[in-house]
């Protein structure tokens, strides 16, 4: 009887160590990074919160300061994945993702001018099954700030490995998630923040440098790629979905040789550039980011360039979106590049609106207010508008050098690594198309392990996968824009999960 005791005494002391193990490593994180309460929301969070500044360049007072808001998981934040995300531009915030897309809360839009948004519990945020940070990177992004503008001086290898340092960091104050597996993620312009940091990530843990980080693989969603690749993908697209006629396509395919970007680029082909300016002029008008939904026009009266044609004010209206709230009018959208001026930089088709801070067709009044009130920035732990300045969807005070190239070689390199790689596409955005993704992931030339078929959600067909070997999975969510959590939660929920946990999607 003695020997059972000790053993159950045994068992006993040992549970209690390991619980009590557990609520100590939550506590271990830094002093006044946690947050008790936020402006909009009653109730009790679904799991904790941490937020705050982590300087990244030794210098604390001029130095970069990147901002992160930290949600543990709902579940298990001991043993699920911890995951950083980042959202595209370059220059624009991962508050976007936090605050309209796959967050812990949904926001309501006030009833009236100068009231803050009223938050609930979001059914469908990735905190359901993972930790999840949310980064403001570069610089000069959100509310990541320097006190020093030519910190504001940056491009794709500077920012990869910027953020490669923040990690480094984040882990030393985070240990309690060292031994949780890792992934990246993120969409639009994330489509090389995402690979370029994953091959930072994988440098650090070659050479061992400490803190060593359990890195497993990435994911990315409408993500910026190859300039020929995304390029060429508009044509077929829009022909695809029924906004160009055969007879235009015919003619595109006999002069521009399924050559469009160079050729459009370049400007020698006048036949094929001349059927290409058929193809905008046909698209124009449309919401770029899904061509389904209306497009979002501001009350400054100011337009695209390019684009003097304004939707009737009966397409000014809320967009039709499965969360329980609208959050925003339509059309959302992070075009590459977004606000951020660019050094040598690819062409882009789809400008900004002139002489405004506002992205076309995109309503930020939610994340605007809320992130620009006192009491919410206190709430949060960062810093005033005096110090990290006004809080902008995306900024135009960053100067970015798009310095990387290519991201195949990137994808070919990390997937021959071992790296698991998610890619996602929302099927109907019209400003990163999903037959570029398509395209590029079929030409690196891996075997097909599970060939195009259709995959489920809610006992409904939620759109296609293709899955190569090497562990790369090409993905498309039906009726999905170019922010894919935005407007299919419950199936971006699933497919995360289920890719999270190594589950068939």
């Known amino acids: 009887m003695m020997g059972n005791e000790k053993i159950l005494l045994y068992w006993a002391l040992s549970l209690c160590m390991l619980l009590l193990g557990h609520w100590i490593s939550i506590e271990a994180a830094p002093p006044g990074s946690l947050i008790t309460q936020l402006p909009g929301f009653n109730g009790r969070f679904p799991s904790k919160h941490y937020s705050g500044y982590i300087s990244i360049d030794g210098n604390a007072e001029s130095g970069k300061k990147l901002f992160y808001y930290f949600v543990s998981s709902e579940r298990n934040p001991a043993?699920?994945?911890?995951?950083?995300?980042?959202?595209?531009?370059?220059?624009?915030?991962?508050?976007?993702?936090?605050?309209?897309?796959?967050?812990?809360?949904?926001?309501?839009?006030?009833?009236?001018?100068?009231?803050?948004?009223?938050?609930?519990?979001?059914?469908?945020?990735?905190?359901?099954?993972?930790?999840?940070?949310?980064?403001?990177?570069?610089?000069?992004?959100?509310?990541?700030?320097?006190?020093?503008?030519?910190?504001?001086?940056?491009?794709?290898?500077?920012?990869?490995?910027?953020?490669?340092?923040?990690?480094?960091?984040?882990?030393?104050?985070?240990?309690?998630?060292?031994?949780?597996?890792?992934?990246i993620a993120g969409e639009s312009y994330a489509g090389v923040y995402v690979p370029t940091l994953a091959f930072e990530v994988y440098k650090g843990i070659r050479s061992r440098r400490k803190p060593v980080i359990n890195f497993k693989g990435y994911m990315i969603g409408n993500g910026v790629t190859d300039e020929r690749f995304d390029g060429n993908a508009l044509v077929p697209f829009v022909h695809g979905m029924g906004l160009i006629s055969d007879s235009m396509y015919e003619d595109l395919q006999s002069s521009c040789k399924g050559n469009y970007y160079d050729a459009y680029a370049s400007e020698e082909n006048d036949v094929c550039s001349n059927n290409l300016d058929k193809v905008y002029k046909a698209v124009d008008g449309l919401n770029v980011y899904d061509i389904l939904e209306p497009c979002y026009h501001f009350p400054d009266n100011v337009t695209a360039k390019g684009n003097e044609s304004l939707l009737p004010l009966s397409f000014q209206q809320l967009g039709v979106t499965e969360r329980p709230l609208p959050v925003r009018k339509r059309m959302f959208g992070r075009a590459w590049p977004f606000r951020a001026p660019v050094k040598d930089g690819p062409v882009t088709l789809w400008p900004l609106l002139a002489n405004t801070r506002h992205i076309n067709c995109v309503s930020d009044e939610v994340a605007s207010s809320w992130l620009n009130d006192g009491a919410v920035r206190k709430a949060i732990h960062a810093e005033p508008k005096n110090v990290a300045g006004t809080w902008e969807l995306c900024t135009s005070r960053i100067l970015y050098d798009h310095n990387a190239g290519s991201m195949i070689p990137y994808h070919r390199n990390l997937t021959l690594l071992g790296y698991h790689a998610l890619i996602f596409s929302g099927d109907h955005d019209m400003c990163v198309p999903f037959t570029g993704s398509e395209a590029w992931t079929r030409s690196l030339g891996y075997k097909i392990v599970d060939e195009w078929r259709s995959w489920n959600s809610n006992n409904q067909i939620a759109g296609y996968l293709q899955a190569y070997e090497n562990n790369l999975i090409f993905l498309t969510?039906?009726?999905?824009?170019?922010t894919v959590p935005e407007y299919k939660p419950r199936e971006a929920l699933d497919f995360y999960s289920r890719w999270l946990e190594g589950k068939p999607i």
């Open 477 to 482: 969510v039906k009726g999905a824009g170019h």
């Open 79 to 183: 043993k699920d994945p911890v995951v950083v995300w980042l959202n595209g531009g370059p220059g624009c915030s991962s508050f976007d993702g936090f605050v309209y897309e796959h967050g812990p809360f949904n926001f309501e839009a006030p009833k009236s001018k100068g009231n803050l948004p009223t938050l609930h519990i979001n059914p469908y945020s990735w905190s359901k099954v993972s930790n999840i940070i949310y980064l403001d990177s570069p610089a000069g992004v959100g509310l990541s700030y320097s006190k020093n503008s030519t910190k504001y001086i940056t491009g794709d290898l500077q920012t990869a490995s910027d953020t490669h340092a923040f990690l480094l960091k984040w882990f030393e104050q985070f240990p309690e998630f060292l031994a949780n597996p890792f992934y």
